[in-house]
């Protein structure tokens, strides 16, 4: 995902990769001069794949959330981040008669509770469509 360089001057982008990639081969593909590498370190011991994403999905996420304020990254068509070709992230449907049903079914898929949620049905003048919004890390 891009984003302006403190100074103001110039673009550098950050990229997460599920594997371990060569720094000569991050450089040649990128051709556009500094290439800075960082290992996600510190991973609890057993974590497995899912744990390793959202740690990078967190370290990550901090570089978008500072675009929202941004008047040129709030343009209609711009985005904020981009998913490499071949590696769409699956999608996942799931469905029931009420909220802690499909709630169930989520953290069931996820391997574990949300760390946030929001409920409508929490907010007494709530005039629209019900939602429910979970996140987790």
């Excluded at 371990?20 to 556009?32: D, F, K, N, Q, T």
């Amino acid at each position: 995902m891009p984003e302006w360089h403190k100074t103001g001057h110039g673009l550098h982008v950050h990229f997460a990769v599920g594997r371990y990639v060569p720094r000569s081969l991050i450089e040649e593909a990128w051709g556009r001069g500094f290439v800075h590498i960082k290992l996600l370190s510190a991973m609890p011991v057993g974590s497995g794949p899912r744990e390793e994403a959202r740690r990078a999905a967190g370290y990550l996420s901090k570089y978008v959330a500072k675009t929202f304020d941004d008047p040129e990254f709030r343009s209609l068509g711009l985005h904020r981040y981009d998913v490499a070709q071949g590696f769409q992230p699956e999608k996942v449907t799931l469905a029931g008669r009420t909220v802690d049903d499909v709630l169930d079914q989520a953290c069931e898929a996820m391997g574990a509770d949300p760390e946030q949620f929001w409920w409508s049905g929490d907010v007494a003048d709530w005039d629209r469509p019900p939602s429910v919004w979970a996140q987790w890390r």
